[in-house]
């Protein structure tokens, strides 16, 4: 049996590989939990892929997939959140830039024990950088040790968030404190691809992250590959992030209470 790490990497990368064969031709574009919640043929054949590459490696796995119809197809068990150590796969993470042609998308692949990810991959695919976790292990960026950076004040800070698809109390929510961090911080960012936002932080790229509304799916692997590189996760509420968690804040030990502070002002 290959080590987590392997699998997950092998899978990220497979189903990234799929996304960026389909860039061009994505095939049909349909909406899930509303008007701005995209699904397309990508997600599918992706998710495909990624689950495949995990049964060749590792019988009898589990999985959780953010598209029901990929267990079918790809001819995998559905696994259960808290119950099985499970595979959790978002096959493509930023569909709404990847149907635009926006550059950044991702394949997100983790190993979840229980409420927690123990491994985990995100393949960019419109980068073709692959960064990988796994617990007690660090994390990497094409083979290069990932940290956190250590900026202490929202004020000298580059941060990066999204938009939730909800648009009604969570989309006001994060407008609030979209105005409060924006009046003091260097700049946000928004990419559209929560997973890659989870690397961008771990790689010192961009100094913290917080979003509202995500899935398991969402996170699961960035949130090892944070911890590995250093970062404070929490949930948007200030507990200790678990796969139920509904949100992220996330940043370098230093900055990280700052910026929870300030999104749960936001929420009040």
Known sequence: MEALLDVAAAAARAGGTVLRSMRSEFGSARTKSSRVDFVTDADVAAGVAACRAIAERMQGALFVVEEPEVYELAGVARGELGADDVWVIDPLDGTTSFVHGYPCYSTSVAFVSGDQPVAGAVYNAALDELAVAQTGRGARLDGAPLTVSGVERIEDALLVTGIPYDRGRPFEIQMRAIERIARVAHDIRRDGSAAVDCCHVAAGRVDGFWEFGLKPWDLAAGVVILREAGAVVTGADGR????????????G????????????????
């Open 240 to 251: 200790d992030w678990d796969v139920f968690a509904p949100g992220i804040v996330t940043a």
């Open 253 to 268: 030990p230093a900055l990280h209470a700052h910026l929870l502070q300030a999104v749960l002002e936001a929420q009040r």
